[in-house]
């Protein structure tokens, strides 16, 4: 399918489990980004890439480890999951050259509970 | 510190008034805002743009308005109608970077 992808769309995880988030978008767009959105707080950036092997930190990185080996994917680990991790996360791309506005183009998301 | 605020966490209006949804920041140096529309289990869509050199863009019935003096941003929607019913996220670019700083949305109700 083309576009931007997540998966899984729902997960349930015990506390200090490692849980992958996959990301996948097919328009080989060179910057992708992570969300999570959590109420009150709207949405926050953990970690963003501006192509394979670049990445950096946003908002809230703590507790989460990213890596871009491929332009496409762009998964999200947490390394030992808290419960307060539990929120909806998304993954983002965008491209340089589509607009000056650079908008991203959002995937449905994958909501994590942490129990 | 929020840097991109939405004051007003829920927005009810009949349908086809004008909704108008707003948003505050305290960065002088962002150079593009943007706004979003969420439905719920969807992702963001996006919806508008308006560079900092801009105080006015339209795109049918949406217009966003930027005053850089007051540092403050706003969607219009004209004639609103049940299916904008949705969560209206703003987000701000840092001039330089790639990267948004989002709102805490607004959750907008259009009244048929």
């Known amino acids: 399918d083309a576009g931007i992808t997540q998966s899984p769309r729902y997960k349930i995880t015990e506390t200090g489990r490692q849980v992958t988030l996959m990301c996948h978008q097919t328009?080989?767009?060179?910057?992708m980004f992570w969300y999570r959105q959590d109420l009150g707080h709207g949405l926050r950036l953990i970690y963003y890439?501006?192509?394979?092997?670049?990445?950096d930190k946003g908002e809230v990185p703590d507790g989460y480890v990213v890596s871009r080996s491929k332009t496409e994917n762009f998964p999200l680990t947490l390394e030992s999951a808290t419960r307060s991790q539990t929120s909806v996360y998304f993954c983002?791309?965008?491209?340089?050259?589509?607009?000056?506005?650079?908008?991203?183009?959002f995937g449905p998301g994958t909501r994590l509970t942490v129990t | 510190d929020q840097q991109v605020k939405q004051n007003s966490p829920s927005l009810s209006v009949q349908e086809g008034r004008i909704s108008i949804l707003n948003c505050d920041y305290t960065?002088?140096?962002?150079?593009?805002f943007l706004w979003y529309k969420k439905y719920p289990a969807e992702g963001p869509t996006f919806l508008i743009s308006?560079?900092?050199?801009?105080d006015k863009n339209e795109d049918g019935r949406f217009t966003v308005f930027l005053n850089k003096s007051a540092k403050h941003l706003s969607l219009h929607i004209v004639p609103s109608q049940p299916g904008d019913s949705a969560v209206y996220f703003c987000?701000?670019?840092?001039?330089?970077?790639?990267?948004?700083?989002f709102g805490t949305g607004t959750r907008l109700k259009v009244l048929a």
């Open positions: 983002a791309s965008s491209e340089l050259g589509q607009g000056p506005s650079y908008e991203q183009y």
């Open positions: 328009w080989s767009h060179s910057y």
């Open positions: 890439s501006a192509a394979a092997d670049i990445t």
């Open positions: 960065n002088s140096m962002f150079d593009y």
């Open positions: 308006i560079s900092s050199i801009k």
């Open positions: 987000a701000a670019r840092p001039s330089g970077t790639y990267k948004y700083i």
